[in-house]
């Protein structure tokens, strides 16, 4: 099970920093990402973890903004999102995926790939 916090409202060019905990002991054998969908739109990837965490990467539309993190000592992923607009307004949502690789990210970063999601938290951004 996963649940996300840490949403809310917040004004263009502030940040937010949104917090996934996974039940279970099986978290390290996960690679995590974030996804979202705003009114309207399909859901969309955001961000990828590789299980050690060493490895990740973004949407174009949030590279260098967003940072995506994990402690599995804490069966925990995080998306720290900064300089926010509000094309980043949407339901953020994170979810986990078996991944044969400890370092590794997965080279599919479609949302069918997941099998496991979160009830996801809402971000909105007003200008």
């Known amino acids: 099970q996963l649940v996300e916090s840490g949403g809310g409202s917040v004004q ?10 996974a039940s279970g002991r099986a978290f390290s054998t996960y690679a995590m990402g974030w996804f979202r969908q705003a009114p309207g ?9 590789s ?5 990740t990467n973004y949407a174009d539309s ?5 940072t995506i993190s994990r ?8 998306l720290q999102m900064n300089s926010l607009n509000s094309e980043d307004t949407a339901v953020y949502y994170c ?5 044969w ?8 970063r479609s949302q069918r790939e997941y099998q ?9 951004v007003s200008s």
Do not use: M
């Not at 739109?41 to 973890?49: D, N």
């Open 12 to 21: 263009a060019g502030g940040s937010l920093r949104l917090s996934c905990a």
């Open 116 to 124: 496991h999601w979160g009830q996801g938290t809402q971000v909105t």
């Open 51 to 55: 299980r050690s965490g060493e490895n």
């Open 71 to 78: 402690d599995n000592s804490k069966s925990t992923v995080y």
């Open 41 to 49: 739109k399909e859901r969309e990837f955001v961000a990828g973890i």
């Open 62 to 66: 949030v590279k260098g903004r967003f």
């Open 101 to 108: 690789s400890v370092g590794q990210l997965p080279d599919s």
């Open 95 to 99: 979810a986990g995926r078996l991944f």
